[in-house]
């Protein structure tokens, strides 16, 4: 028999502070109402939420039941390749760019454990 899994406790700790907080808010908007041509918008949003990603990859890898193969840093740097900005990255604001990036996460997540069941056979 196997203990219970208990989702992870919630923090108290913003790992973003307010000014980068309102620097991404900014950046998606501009993104979504596509006011940057530069190319490279899509980096710097992904170096200012990098903490606050990194912070949703760990939840996510404890709730996992399969065996994470990937680390944190190694899961977050996956799901943001998976949706690299260049391919068109559209979100409305900061919880859906969230709510984007950790479905990321656990598609890797899934993709990882189909690769190692394959392995098995």
Same mark, same amino acid.
């Given at each position: 028999? !196997? @203990? ?7 923090? !108290? %700790? %913003?790992?973003?502070? @307010?000014?980068?907080?309102? +620097?991404?808010?900014? =950046?998606?908007?501009? =993104?979504? /109402? ?5 190319? +490279?918008?899509?980096?710097? =949003?992904? #170096?200012?939420?990098? @903490? ?9 890898? /404890? #709730? ?7 680390? !944190? ?13 260049? /391919?068109?990255?559209?979100?409305? +604001? /900061? @919880? ?17 454990? #189909? #690769? ?6």
């Amino acid at each position: 028999m !196997t @203990a219970p899994v208990l989702p992870p406790a919630a923090s !108290t %700790d %913003d790992p973003m502070p @307010a000014s980068a907080s309102s +620097d991404v808010q900014q =950046l998606l908007g501009a =993104l979504q /109402r596509g006011e940057t041509t530069d190319d +490279d918008s899509g980096e710097v =949003l992904f #170096r200012h939420v990098y @903490a606050e990603l990194r912070a949703l990859a760990k939840q996510h890898r /404890r #709730r996992w039941r399969g065996n994470p193969t990937l680390n !944190t840093t190694a899961l977050v740097h996956e799901a943001y390749l998976k949706l690299k900005p260049d /391919r068109g990255l559209d979100v409305a +604001d /900061r @919880a859906h760019f969230n709510y984007v990036m950790v479905r990321a996460m656990r598609q890797v997540l899934v993709d990882q454990a #189909r #690769r190692d069941n394959a392995q098995k056979r």
